[in-house]
């Protein structure tokens, strides 16, 4: 099951990679007359909202005995790898620090659900057409039902002459939701049931025990003007974990993310007003 997970990894690699390749070199070259920010520097802050879709990679260690009270022996295997997916939202603000240099501050929901898989020569009854029972190879699966809150603080710099902005920074995650299901699917025998019927059997559910956890944030982003102080913003941004997602075992979530942002700008800190005094006479 292993091939198959790095085989589904690498689609949604290839997916991120078409995007990057999308914003950062056809959509800058027919849009850059939109791009600039001319006519704008009375304006040193924005507030808004984003969504997307995210891809995410699982790298874990989870015995399946752990998770199935010793339903299932460690002998068979653990969750080592495996995706998700699911959208995400956001609310954040930016403030221009310098012309070249901007800091945002977000506070996001995003679904991190997928599954995660292993292959086993499995010790249990299964029965074949012919009534008898032999042994038979079959997939374990963890399903996560993991929905996050997250805040986080990024910079966000142009060192070039282009239109495009780096990013980097960090955030903080808790699992609003952290359930999983465990349940077993016959793979051959094709024809072999589970003794007690059927060629799927579920044999644990419960939560997985939660911590606050960090990441590393690095992004790349670009400005489409609609407006005199409107802004919308295509992001593409990674999170690298830097700690487990879990307190009792090893769970890491690498999230791959591209959405749109929706920003209006605004005075946050007015120019000085004040005069030179004239002098007198």
Known sequence: MIQLSKKYRLIYHLQLLGFIILITTVLPISLKTQVEETGTDIYDAEVGVGFGYGL?????????????????????????DGTGSGVYLQGLIVYRILPSLKAEISLGY???????K???VDPAGIRMPDGSVTDALTDHVLTLDLTSFQASAMLWGKPFRLPLRFGVGGGLTTNTMHSFRLHEEVVAPGNAEFVSGGQVREYSVGELPVSISS??????????RAGSTLLLRPVVSVDVPVMDEITNGRLRVTSFQFGLRFLKEFILFGPDDSSPLTPSD
């Open 56 to 80: 995410h990679d699982y790298s874990s260690d989870l015995p399946a005995s752990l998770l199935s009270n010793d339903e299932i022996g460690n002998e068979c295997g653990s969750f080592l």
């Open 110 to 116: 995003t679904d991190r659900s997928g599954s995660i």
């Open 118 to 120: 292993f292959r086993c």
């Open 215 to 224: 990441a590393m944030k690095f992004g790349l982003s670009y400005d489409l």
